[in-house]
């Protein structure tokens, strides 16, 4: 059983690099943001285009929470690559339930 264990944490390791590199785990923005001209409302419907000003009305309006801010402000933020790294246990957690048995 132990042969096994290590054949698999040997197997894992070698792959690590084809795994992380295929699943976006090396690092990076995980959401792009695109920002749109106002000249691109050209091909909207008047219907859409007063949803989109009752959206933009409603999101200047809106409070937040100084409490939820200062939450998210204290909360940790790290990239893919840094929380793996910290918590390898989330990509292989079948490789640290064995010591557990």
Avoid: Y
């Amino acid at each position: 059983m132990r042969i096994l264990s290590l054949f698999i944490l040997i197997l894992s390791l070698a792959l690590f690099p084809f795994i992380s590199a295929c699943g976006g785990v090396v690092g990076g923005d995980v959401v792009s943001v695109t920002t749109v001209k106002k000249s691109s409302h050209k091909g909207l419907d008047k219907e859409d285009l007063a949803k989109l000003e009752e959206i933009k009305k409603t999101r200047k309006n809106h409070v937040i929470d100084p409490g939820l801010s200062n939450v998210i402000k204290a909360t940790p933020h790290f990239s893919a690559s840094e929380f793996l790294a910290q918590n390898p246990w989330t990509v292989w957690p079948w490789l640290f339930e064995q010591g557990k048995r």
